[in-house]
């Protein structure tokens, strides 16, 4: 057990009434992520209080009438599991470095530059984003913060969130490795069996172009055609 000057707390509002429990951070977090840990390894303090910091409890009357249980620990787990958890200075930093470089593999896997139409290498998007002061929030999808993050980091960097239509076209023999292949990393939007050779239409990041062509070209040994149709801005 975590002793109390190493705890957080996890708090949960339900029923317009506020529940908060001192926890270990890590294991909270750990558990909240879906990793099977006993209640009782988490909780600093086995109580669960209205203020945790001036050690007010809660009754047990509405422990139970809106965690249907009088089990401290089964109505802790779900405190932690749909609840907040505060982070140590440590944590947050972690998370959002970790957040941050998640949003900058994604924005180097789905843009290029415009002007030379490769794609910008992650550490390249991550000096920008700090150079543009660019705030990441770690609770919030990497996904969802692309569009903020694009808009500050133009100012410092060329960029273009570009989608491409593409026709691939392989040898017979090869087809069966490049479909799955393909399948996995891009979007199969049409495809073709013929007798010597497999065709098909992909929709993919302009970012990933060079990747997914060099794969194709490593895979069919050179013998590959494509062709760009469409570009998606």
Known sequence: MVSIEKAVIARLNKNGIQFEIWVDPDKALEFKKGKALNTEEILAVNDIFKDAKK??????????????????????????????????????????????????????????????????????????????????????????????????????????????????????????????????????KNEEWKTDSWICIIEISGGMQSEIYQKLNDMTAGKVEVKILKEKH
Not at 108 to 128: D, E, F, V, W, Y
């Open 55 to 188: 050690g007010e409890r809660v009754s047990e009357n509405d422990i139970v009438n809106c965690f249907h249980t009088k089990s401290i620990f089964d109505a802790a787990a779900e405190i932690i599991r749909n609840g907040e958890v505060q982070l140590t200075t440590e944590q947050k930093r972690r998370f959002i470095e970790e957040k941050r470089k998640q949003i900058a593999d994604i924005i180097s896997k789905q843009g290029i530059n415009p002007q030379t139409k490769l794609p910008h290498p992650p550490t390249r998007i991550i000096n920008a984003m700090e150079e543009a002061h660019v705030n990441i929030d770690p609770f919030i999808p990497a996904q969802e913060q692309i569009e903020t993050v694009l808009s500050k980091i133009r100012s410092i960097i060329p960029i273009r969130i570009e989608r491409l239509e593409i026709a691939v076209k392989v040898p017979i023999e090869h087809a069966g490795k490049v479909s799955s292949f393909l399948r996995k990393t891009a979007q199969v």
